[in-house]
């Protein structure tokens, strides 16, 4: 069930996190009116004009508004550390999928299936699924707020998560960690599919595209791995250099060397993208060997060179 306050609730801890912050949120705006309705009462009651005398100790009432507390406070502790330990420790028998966050996108990789993918994760519903996350650069913050979970994606380190998602649909993932200029853009989605359409999508996901001309494969690619982030295809530059008209053409580098844009000049800049980077640009292209197959890296110079 869900209301107005939430995001959608999809996965087996959504409704024990929204219980516990329910439980916090109504138990504060109980004693805020208690206490601030307190605060005027005696602040009429007793007044300098009515009392001249301190009022009487009363160990009673002090006992009973220590004590109180002390256990609603314990209470909300042992809650939050069940649901914590929860949250913390993935099933056994979770399918495995390993999170790359690199700026400014979201790379998967399943390593039960040989697949790898960008920007989107694909996922059975009703099946335990831990991420094995880590960056290449900058700190992320991986985070599916309909699953009510979050956790840090660090570079040098592994970190984990996982969630079982209970329903079928598309649910936003988003970076929650300030990391640079399109920190807003590093967003996806989580498919949760039927275990048919998972099997089906794993099927269509395994075989290698043999077929697809390259340029046309090449345009998929540009979109499914996100390169259009940073780089425009309409002559307009964007974090890297647009890459209209750029093929055949000569560009500038950093430091001064002139090159003309060839296949050999992409190929080096798609696998190894600080060796020879343009003039006014950053280095903060992440490399793509290893997560791209030859004839992936073809596609995309056979679509750039489409780019005139
Ligand atoms: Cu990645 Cu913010």
């Known amino acids: 069930m869900n209301d107005f306050l939430y995001p959608p609730r999809a996965s087996t801890y959504a409704g024990d996190v929204d219980a516990l912050m329910n439980f916090i949120n109504y138990l504060s705006i109980f004693f805020w009116v208690l206490i601030t309705g307190a605060i005027l009462y005696f602040t009429w009651k007793y007044s300098r004009e009515k009392h001249k005398a301190p009022a009487p100790h009363n160990t009673a009432l002090e006992v009973t508004w220590t004590v109180i507390p002390t256990i609603l406070v314990v209470a909300i502790f042992a809650w939050g550390f069940k649901s914590f330990m929860t949250l913390s420790r993935a099933p056994r028998d979770a399918m495995e999928i390993h999170v790359t966050g690199q700026k400014w996108s979201w790379a998967f990789e399943y390593p039960d299936y040989g697949i790898q993918t960008a920007q989107n994760l694909t996922v059975p519903v009703n099946r335990p ?3 094995i ?6 700190i992320h913050s991986f985070w599916v707020p309909a699953f009510r979970n979050k956790m840090d994606v660090l570079p040098g380190r592994t970190t984990t998560l996982w969630f ?15 990391c640079g200029d399109s920190h807003w853009n590093m967003t996806g989605w989580v498919k949760v599919v039927s275990q048919e359409e998972f099997d089906a999508w794993v099927e269509e996901n395994t075989k290698e595209d043999t077929t697809t001309p390259l ?5 998929q690619l540009f979109t499914q ?3 259009h982030t940073c780089h425009s295809t309409d002559g307009s530059d964007k974090i890297g250099p647009t ?12 430091d001064g060397r002139k090159v003309i844009v060839d296949e050999d000049y992409l190929r080096e800049s798609i696998l190894e993208p600080g060796a020879k980077v343009v003039k006014g640009f950053q280095p903060v292209m992440p490399s793509y060997k290893g997560q791209l197959k030859d004839r992936q890296v073809n596609a995309l110079i056979e679509y750039i060179k489409t780019l005139k």
Do not use: N, Q, W
Not at 133 to 138: E, F, L, N, P, R
Not at 215 to 219: K, Q
């Open 225 to 227: 791995r996100v390169c």
């Open 243 to 254: 890459l209209k008209g750029i093929f055949g053409h000569e560009v500038e580098l950093a």
């Open 164 to 178: 079982e998602a209970t329903e079928p649909g598309d649910y936003r993932i988003y970076c929650a960690e300030y």
């Open 129 to 131: 699924v831990k991420l």
């Open 133 to 138: 996350m880590s960056s290449t650069d900058v």
């Open 215 to 219: 340029a046309e494969l090449g345009e």
